[in-house]
Every structure is written in structure tokens, then in C-alpha cells.
């Protein structure tokens, strides 16, 4: 990147229309937030249908209990509902400033996305990835632009949890990093900026704790309740790393802890066999549960 070379209207007006890739509880989330926060005009593209209904059916709940509680207007729950649409094709993207990816923590997945969206977004769109664990660099070597390429990962229930990291890959330009933290502040969330390593710093520090909360459970050394009501009692957390690994969905924890494990080699981040064996056996939704419910 040169300094000398023209500044793209987006580097120049900041982000007008923001894309967002996924419509399951991050996606979704990013999604309200963008358009209840920072008033931006979003579009969510999923390919499953079903499965966009049930996120729009979701944010209009939290919107309902926000005017409820006196938060919001219901004129400005509305402003948001208008704000967001929704499609299941990626050349509905063409126009936004910036995509934000939040499709299945898969390599794979997210590379075959990556080049799509190369194709369909406009030339100075910044593509950012909501990636828990997957390298920037990595997905950024799926398309033509790396230097545009970013890392924006917020943390679960999106529009309650404050934190966002921000990721540069490689090749990441300052100006790209800047526009993004400032996106993210106009959604009202505080930033880090983290190195391009697996797991970044969140998940480096909250999946071994949840890994040997597991690892507790399997040898039988305490009951589930007991290890959680540890970490809520004792150490004021908000909710115990058991019950924390199944809001975070066990088959997202499983996926990042093996991304950590394979990229550092480090037996910190093995996955438990139980954990393993949970995720052949369950399957969670968090949007048949009660937005008011503690245990989502
Ligand atoms: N979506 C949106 N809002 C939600 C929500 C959801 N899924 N679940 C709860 N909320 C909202 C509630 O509506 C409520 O809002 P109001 O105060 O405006 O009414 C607020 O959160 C508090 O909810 P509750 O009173 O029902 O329950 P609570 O006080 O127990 O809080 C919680 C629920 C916010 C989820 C809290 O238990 C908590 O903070 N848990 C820890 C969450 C956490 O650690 N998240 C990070 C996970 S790591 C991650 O995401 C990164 C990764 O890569 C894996």
C-alpha cells in the first residue's frame, strides 16, 4: 500500500451499507447491532432460508423486550427492522463497504467464500472475517485483495458482550485496520488489535479453561453442577464454562480448539475425548429457547 495512491471512497466516507454472511446467532447479531447501533443499512446472506427466518424472527424479539424495557423506541425499532434485509445470493453484496463473514468455523468454508466474495463485492470493499480461530493471512490468500482482508471477531450474544478483536493479517493495511475499529466503535464495542495467531488471545485464554472444565467432568472428579457453580460462586463469573461451552455451541468450541491444536502443536489445546464425543450427540439451538431465559 502506498501512501501516494488514491484513498478509496470507502477508506474516504467510512462504511455506508455493511454485508453479513450467516444468518445463525453471530451473524445475526452483527447484524442488529450494525443497524440498532451504528444505524447502517445491513444485508444478511444466508443460502437457508429457514434459517433466516428464524434469526429476523429473533432480532425482533430482542427489539420487542428493548421497547418493552424502555430502552428503545418502538419507532426506533422499527428504523432497525427497515434497515435490515436479508437474500440468499452473494451478488446482493455488490454494493456494501464492507462484508462481515460469519459462516461455520471451516477452513475450507470460509476460503470457497472468500474468493466468491472476491468476485461479487465491489473492488475497495473490505471483506472482514467474524473467524474465531482461522488465520486472517490464510483467508485473505483466497482472494486478490489481502491487503483488504481483515479479522472482526465479536463474542456471543453480539449485541450484549462489548469486546471485538481485530485481526490484521499479513498483509492487512493500517488505513483497513482504522476503518474497521471504527466501524466497530459506531456499534457501540470496545477494540483490541491481535496478532494474526490461532485462537488470537480470547480464545488462546477461554478454551483451555472450558477444555479442562471437560476434562474435570470426564475423569468424574466433580459433578457438572459442581464445576460451574465453582467458577460462578468463586470467581464471580456469569455463567460456569460448562454451561458457557453449550451457549457457545460445543461443536464451535470442538472446531476452535482443533484449529488451535493443529497450528500450535501445543497439547494445552487437545480437545478432550468427551467433548468430541458430545459434539457426535448434540446439536443446540439457541432460538427456541426464551430470550429471558438464563440458560439459552
Ligand atoms: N442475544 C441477545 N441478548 C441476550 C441473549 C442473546 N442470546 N441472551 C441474553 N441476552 C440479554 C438479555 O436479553 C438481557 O438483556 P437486558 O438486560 O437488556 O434485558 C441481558 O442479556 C441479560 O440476560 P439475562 O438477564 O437473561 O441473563 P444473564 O444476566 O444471566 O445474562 C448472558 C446472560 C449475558 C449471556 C450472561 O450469562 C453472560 O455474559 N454470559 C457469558 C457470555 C460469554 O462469556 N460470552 C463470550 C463467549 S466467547 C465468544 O463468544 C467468542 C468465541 O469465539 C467462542
Known sequence: FHTSAPISPVLQHGIKRVGVIGSGQMGLGIAMVAANVARLPV???DVNKEQIDKGIKFMDK?????????????????????????????KDLRDVDIVIEAASENLAIKT????????ECKPDAILATNTSSISITKIAAATSRAHQVIGMHFMNPVPVMKLVEI?????TTDNIVQTTKELATSMGKTTT?????????????LMPY???????????WASAEDIDTTMKLGMNMPMGPLTLADF??????????????????DTKYRPSVLLQNWVQETDSDIYNSDVSDKTP
Open 43 to 45: 444485508v444478511i446472506m
Open 62 to 90: 430482542l427489539l420487542e423486550k428493548d421497547v418493552g424495557k424502555s430502552k428503545i423506541t418502538s419507532e426506533h425499532a422499527q428504523g432497525t427492522k427497515d434497515l435490515v434485509s436479508t437474500t440468499q445470493t452473494l
Open 112 to 119: 470457497a467464500l472468500f474468493a466468491d466474495l472476491d468476485k
Open 167 to 171: 485481526i490484521p493479517g499479513l498483509a
Open 193 to 205: 488489535v491481535v496478532q494474526d495467531v490461532p485462537g488470537f488471545v480470547a480464545n488462546r485464554l
Open 210 to 220: 472450558i477444555n479442562e472444565a471437560v476434562i474435570l467432568l470426564e475423569n468424574s
Open 248 to 265: 457457545i455451541g460445543l461443536d464451535t468450541c470442538l472446531a476452535i480448539m482443533k484449529v488451535i491444536h493443529e497450528n500450535t502443536g
